[in-house]
């Protein structure tokens, strides 16, 4: 049985665990899906690789209102995948063979699970024989898969996820999406722009429920000018078409209605779960928390000796910035058990790339109403603003919530053409406690850029006693 000083499961973030400055530890990393994790491979990269040419695809609508006249000759499916995936598989590749030649890190391409106290089973595959190993320190960093709901019928009919659909050989004449959430939101941005016609069925009131409301609903609205969209429904069950291929769904509304929805393809989006569970992790002392995640302390330790975990296994944001920042934690506290540092979760930030953007970062207005704060509102949209006046924008918004006494920012909720980006100043302004007004006044915004609508929304606040106003 071998033994290593650390063992590290799941290649994503995990992989950026192994430094340097453990050259001289026995490193094992465990891997039994696709090297480089989910980001890279069927994530946030390719992803956001086809919403990009998607969004080139949707510009002749948006051009035609303001007098230039473009016509979309053709999408070129094959292409833009092999494009996509010709460079993330080659980084994949690669990923793996610099890795298993380092001299001190032994890559075992198995899956695995525990079986007693810091012994874990590698079970054969590919010619590669069953083992167990064990290792004085465990980071678990196995990542998360798309969860698949126990809808009637499901299991009978062909359907694709978010880590199958990105391969497809072409895209359907017509899908269907279940799940009202970031991943649908996208790839039915793209997907609708290369011609297909799209159908979300959401059970909640609005696309993206978890955002502020006032964002919710517009977003809700903007997409469904380009896809169908029924929300507070459900599919009950799901069977093949007629003709022997396809699909059909069977839904009911939140007023009983019920309706059929037909498709050459189906898309489940129905969001993520942690992969912890395969991980047979009782023998170990590691807890799982009622949502399947690994339970971490402010370190990011597991509970039992040893034992650290990040990202999507243990994290509820799901999201590889935080993955990031988790496996920076972590690689400091191994090498440094005596001074351990916390992982910042303050204000973590979120975007979905989708048509509209969406980012937002902490609190939203409803959360801010339930917390009983004393805060205040500032709006202002796009077209307020003389980029907006350029893009001839009439939709889109910055949202900014901050304590009405202090200035001290809350939340930021944007809507609209890279709001991704525009977000930053405000991420950075939480993250160093700089107050709204401040933020505003204290510094220069280019003019006319499209960042002008985030310093007005911040001036559309009250300000406190003291702030800038130069």
């Known amino acids: 049985m071998r033994h290593f000083d650390l063992c590290v499961i799941g290649s994503g973030s995990g992989n950026s665990i192994v430094d340097p400055a453990m050259d001289d ?5 465990v891997e039994g899906g696709t090297f480089g994790g989910t980001c890279l491979n069927v994530g946030c990269i390719p992803t956001k690789m086809y919403v990009y040419p998607a969004d080139l695809a949707s510009s002749p609508a948006q051009a035609k209102a303001l007098g230039v006249d473009l016509d979309l000759v053709d999408v070129r499916w094959p292409d833009i995948r092999d494009r996509i995936f010709g460079r993330i598989d080659h980084i994949s590749e690669a990923g793996r063979e610099w890795r298993a030649s380092a001299s ?4 075992f391409e198995q899956q695995a699970h525990f079986v007693g106290d810091h012994e874990l089973r590698l079970e054969a595959r590919d010619g590669r024989p069953a083992q167990t190993i064990t290792a004085d320190r465990f980071v678990l960093a196995a990542g998360s898969r798309p969860v698949i709901p126990p809808i009637e019928g499901l299991d009978t009919v062909a359907y694709e996820t978010s880590s199958t659909i990105m391969r497809i050989p072409a895209p359907p004449r017509s899908l269907a999406v279940i ?5 649908g939101a996208e790839l039915a941005h793209v997907f609708a722009s290369f011609g297909t016609k799209v159908t979300i069925v959401a059970r909640t009131p609005t696309m993206l429920p978890r955002s502020d409301r006032q964002v919710a609903e517009r977003f809700t609205e903007l997409l469904g000018r380009k896809v169908e969209i029924l929300t507070t429904t459900t599919v009950e069950r799901v069977r093949t078409g007629s003709s022997g291929s396809g699909v059909v769904l069977s839904t009911r509304s939140a007023t009983g209605a ?3 929805i037909e498709a050459d393809m189906l898309l489940v989006a129905t ?5 912890a569970d395969t991980l047979a992790l009782a023998s170990t002392g590691v807890e799982v928390d009622a949502d399947g995640r690994v339970v971490v302390d402010e370190h990011q330790q597991a509970g039992a000796p040893g034992f650290f975990a990040l990202g999507d296994i243990s994290s509820e944001y799901q999201l590889k910035h935080v993955a990031n920042h988790e496996a920076r934690v ?3 506290n191994l090498l440094h058990p005596d001074a351990m540092v916390a992982a910042d979760h303050r204000y973590v930030p979120h975007a979905v790339f989708s048509d509209p953007q969406v980012a937002a970062v902490g609190l939203t207005e409803e959360a801010a109403r339930e917390q009983g704060l004393d805060y205040a509102v500032g709006i202002r949209d796009y077209g307020g603003t003389a980029y907006g006046w350029a893009m001839g924008d009439e939709d889109h918004f910055v949202k900014v919530i901050a304590e009405r006494t202090t200035g001290r920012l809350l939340g930021a909720h944007l809507v609209g053409p890279q709001a991704s980006s525009l977000v930053q100043p405000l991420i950075q302004a939480m993250s160093f406690g700089i107050r709204a007004h401040d933020v505003a006044r204290g510094q220069y915004w280019i003019h006319p850029a499209m960042s002008e609508v985030v310093e007005n929304a911040l001036l559309a606040l009250p300000a406190p006693e003291g702030s800038l106003d130069v």
Do not use: C, D, Q
């Open 25 to 29: 530890w026995s490193v094992a990393l």
């Open 104 to 107: 001190n890190v032994t890559l």
């Open 179 to 183: 799940g009202g959430g970031y991943i």
């Open 258 to 260: 019920e309706l059929e």
């Open 271 to 275: 969001g993520r779960v942690s992969n």
């Open 330 to 332: 972590v690689r400091h």
